[in-house]
Nanobody, 124 residues
Framework: QVQLVESGGGLVQAGGSLRLSCAAS????????MGWLRQAPGKEREFVAV????????RYADSVKGRFTISSDNAKNTVYLEMNSLKPEDTAVYYC?????????????????WGQGTQVTVSS
C-alpha cells in the first residue's frame, strides 16, 4: 500500500497562485508516475498533470499548459503542483494519485492509489 497526503489547497482570487504538495509513503519501491487530477462539482474527474519518476518527464492537460507546473523531490517522495494565473474554472477538488506500474496516466484508471483530495477555490 501507498499512502498519499496532500496539502496546500485554499481560496484564492483569479490571477493568483497556489502550490499543492503530495507526499507518498509506504511501499513506494514500485513506482511509475504521480499525477494530479481534479473534479469539479457535477463533473467527472479529469487529468491535470503527471510526472514520471524515471527521467522526470511531464505531461499537462491543455487547459493548464503554461500556467501549472508539476515537479518532484524524489528523495522525499513528494510531488508538487505550482498553479499560477488561476481562473474560476480551475475550482475543484484536486487529487494526488500514484501509479505503481506502467499505465495510461492521463485517465483515472491509470492510478493505483489516491490522496484524500484538497479543495481549490478561485474567486472571480
Amino acid at each position: 500500500q501507498v499512502q498519499l497526503v496532500e496539502s496546500g489547497g485554499g481560496l484564492v482570487q483569479a490571477g493568483g497562485s497556489l502550490r499543492l504538495s503530495c507526499a507518498a509513503s509506504g511501499r513506494t519501491f514500485s513506482r511509475y508516475a504521480m499525477g494530479w487530477l481534479r473534479q469539479a462539482p457535477g463533473k467527472e474527474r479529469e487529468f491535470v498533470a503527471v510526472i514520471y519518476w524515471s527521467g522526470g518527464g511531464t505531461r499537462y492537460a491543455d487547459s493548464v499548459k503554461g500556467r501549472f507546473t508539476i515537479s518532484s523531490d524524489n528523495a522525499k517522495n513528494t510531488v508538487y503542483l505550482e498553479m499560477n494565473s488561476l481562473k474560476p474554472e480551475d475550482t475543484a477538488v484536486y487529487y494526488c494519485a500514484y501509479a505503481a506500474t506502467v499505465r495510461p496516466v492521463t485517465t483515472s484508471r491509470g492510478y493505483d492509489f489516491w490522496g484524500q483530495g484538497t479543495q481549490v477555490t478561485v474567486s472571480s
